[in-house]
């Protein structure tokens, strides 16, 4: 039985050894024999799919990286865990920054939206005023070409005057708007 150990233990110290030394099919190996449980320790750890496939590459990839830092003191599967267990930690601490910053953006962004929104809100209040303040014969025709789209000649049926009333009611209109609103910004601005 003791036999047994340390014929086990001289066989662990050899791949340790061997993949220290740059044996690729050693550590080809060691891969497939470790590669699903430590999957499945990660999983199990994090329910994270995305972090398991992450922390097994890389745990396998510093394993041959730093293959001359490997000890031949513990066994390989003691190793590979407790790189595996730093990777996990250190993805997982990425992970919660990434929240953090992900979170600050939205409320950020939903604090902006809202600024926007709001100002975008007293812009039309502003635009509907100043369209409520034309001639009744002038809003109505603007309403209509602008509000419902009908073209002029459509308007000058409806109301009853000739296409070219029509046109010179929406110059007027968009001219009146564009002055009434030029004079609201120049306050706001002063």
């Excluded at 001359?68 to 003191?73: D, F, V, W």
């Excluded at 390989?76 to 990777?87: L, W």
């Excluded at 809100?121 to 303040?133: A, D, F, G």
Aim: glycine share 2%.
């Amino acid at each position: 039985m003791f036999r047994l150990i340390r014929y086990l233990l001289a066989i662990m110290e050899s791949i340790v050894q061997d993949i220290i030394n740059g044996n690729i099919e050693s550590f080809k190996m060691v891969y497939q024999q470790y590669h699903t449980k430590l999957y499945f320790y990660v999983l199990k750890c994090t329910h994270s799919v995305y972090i398991a496939e992450e922390t097994v590459q890389l745990t396998f990839i510093l394993l041959w990286e730093k293959r001359e830092k490997l000890s031949t003191n513990f066994n390989i599967s003691t190793q590979i865990f407790r790189i595996g267990k730093s990777v996990m930690t250190d993805l997982l601490r990425k992970q919660q920054v990434r929240n953090r910053h992900t979170q600050t953006l939205v409320k950020d962004t939903t604090t902006w939206h809202v600024e926007t929104d709001i100002s975008v809100k007293e812009e039309l209040k502003r635009v509907y005023n100043s369209i409520e303040q034309l001639s009744p014969i002038r809003k109505n025709v603007f309403k209509l070409s602008r509000f419902e789209g009908l073209p002029h000649k459509e308007i000058a049926r409806q109301l009853s005057i000739s296409p070219k009333t029509v046109e010179n009611h929406i110059v007027r209109a968009i001219r009146q708007l564009k002055n009434s609103l030029l004079l609201l910004l120049l306050l706001v601005i002063y």
